[in-house]
Each structure stands twice: as C-alpha cells, then as structure tokens.
C-alpha cells in the first residue's frame, strides 16, 4: 500500500494513529445548552458533531441527525430543554491519541457511530470522524501543528416571541 508523508514520516493507513488524524480544535455544548443553542452552534461552526461535556469529560455526542429527530415544537420548546435529554443511554466509545486509526475505523463500524471522543487523562482532548478517517485513506491527513482547544457555547441564544399586547393593540 503506497504510504504519504505526515510530520516528515512516510506513513500508511495501517500505521497512523488517532492522534495524527483527529480533529483537535472542538466547538463543544455543555449538557444543559439548549438544542436551539447546539443546533446554532453547528450551523456557525459548520460541524456535523457536537461533544457534550462537563469540563472536560465526555458526555456524549451529539448530532445534527439526532437533534432533528427529536425536534418538536417551535424556539420555546426548543431553547427550554436540554441537549443532556437527547443523548441517549447507548455507551459512546472512546479512544486514546495512540489506537491506531483501523482500530477506530472498526469501533465506528461495530458501534454504528459516525465520530469518537479521543481521551486522555484529562479528558477529551480530540474527536476522530469519518471525515478525518476518510481523509487520512485518501493520504490527506494533515499532521497537527498547534495544541487542541475546545469551545464551549460562545454566545447564548433567546428566542423572541410574540406576545399579546396587553394595550389591546396588534
């Protein structure tokens, strides 16, 4: 299998980790954000997952499928719940920064999950996607160059809505 250069090393699918592939600058919600406020921040973010942390520990991930499925109602219902409730109960996997990338690939597959929370000792410090795999089978891994970070909900949506005009007016 021909091999692509990632940080002046020849690698191949086989021998790339997690850790040289993932997504390592995060935009995250924590578990009482709204789904108005996780669906917001995906659209701006241009992002497909969401983390939900606490800190730095994982939660869950949420998706753009998952907050669709479960919309009902209009902005009020939407920003008066929390995306916590939307998680689920099925055990998320997580992986380490060393798990070598067709380890990944398999748990994705077996789980039936389209991205995977990578921990350390800290807590979530990446998040692997089909995207990042995809890219680095197609030798377009790019090797990470500065630290990770993670950003939690940067500005807090409230739904304006219309209310009866107590003055009689319209």
Do not use: Y
């Amino acid at each position: 299998m021909a091999g692509h250069l990632v940080a002046g090393e020849i690698m191949t699918v086989e021998t790339l980790t997690v850790g040289q592939v993932m997504s390592r600058v995060l935009v995250a919600v924590k578990p009482g954000e709204s789904p108005l406020m996780a669906w917001e921040l995906m659209r701006r973010a241009g992002v497909h997952h969401l983390p939900v942390v606490d800190g730095r520990h994982v939660l869950g991930i949420l998706t753009r499928e998952r907050i669709a499925a479960s919309w009902s109602g209009g902005p009020q219902e939407q920003s008066s719940r929390p995306v916590r409730a939307l998680l689920g109960c099925e055990q998320v996997p997580r992986v380490r920064q060393d798990t070598p990338l067709t380890r990944v690939a398999a748990l994705m597959l077996d789980a039936g999950c389209d991205a995977v929370p990578v921990v350390s000792g800290d807590g979530l410090v990446g998040l692997v996607t089909v995207r990042d795999v995809l890219s680095a089978v197609a030798g377009r891994a790019r090797p990470a160059t500065e630290p990770g970070e993670i950003v939690t909900g940067m500005f807090h949506l409230e739904p304006v809505l219309p209310h009866d005009n107590p003055m009689g007016g319209a």
